[in-house]
């Protein structure tokens, strides 16, 4: 059973208001807003997916203005990744709408109910991960 749910879970994709940030960019550019990444790996490992799932958001974001990629300062074989002004607005645009589906889903559950489910979905998330550590060693 907690299989099927986390399946379906999965399945739910949340679509963004019309010229608001999708999930995955609004993370994304979330990430960035906490500092700049020196690599792509380095945001995928801060993100927790894998590099090839942040490559194509990153090209995206850089394409409509809400993100830069260049050439490290220190290191020129790095390339720093950092929020542009555009980015930071999309975020606020976006925050908006995020703390509304927020407030209604954790209306929906209560706030107890709301904070169980995030603490066990947290332990669900870090048990998919152990097994996945596990099976790939």
């Known amino acids: 059973r907690l299989l099927d749910v986390l399946v ?13 940030l999708a999930p995955g960019e609004y993370v994304l550019l979330r990430q960035l807003e906490e500092g700049p990444a020196k690599s792509c790996r380095e945001l ?12 194509g958001l990153l090209s995206r ?10 050439e490290s300062r220190c290191d020129r074989r790095r390339i720093d990744i ?3 002004e555009a980015g930071r607005t999309a975020l606020r645009k976006t925050a908006d709408s ?4 927020s407030a209604f ?12 489910f995030i603490t ?8 998919i991960h152990r097994f996945q550590a596990e099976r790939n060693q």
């Open 82 to 84: 950092a929020l542009t």
């Open 120 to 127: 066990l979905a947290n332990r669900v998330l870090e048990g």
């Open 61 to 70: 974001l850089e394409q409509r203005g809400y993100l830069t990629r260049g």
């Open 44 to 55: 995928s490992r801060r993100l927790g997916v894998k590099p090839a799932a942040v490559s």
């Open 8 to 20: 379906q879970l999965k399945r739910v994709r949340l679509q963004p208001p019309d010229g608001q």
């Open 105 to 116: 889903l954790t209306a929906q559950l209560g706030e107890e109910d709301a904070g169980q």
């Open 98 to 101: 995020v703390g509304r589906q």
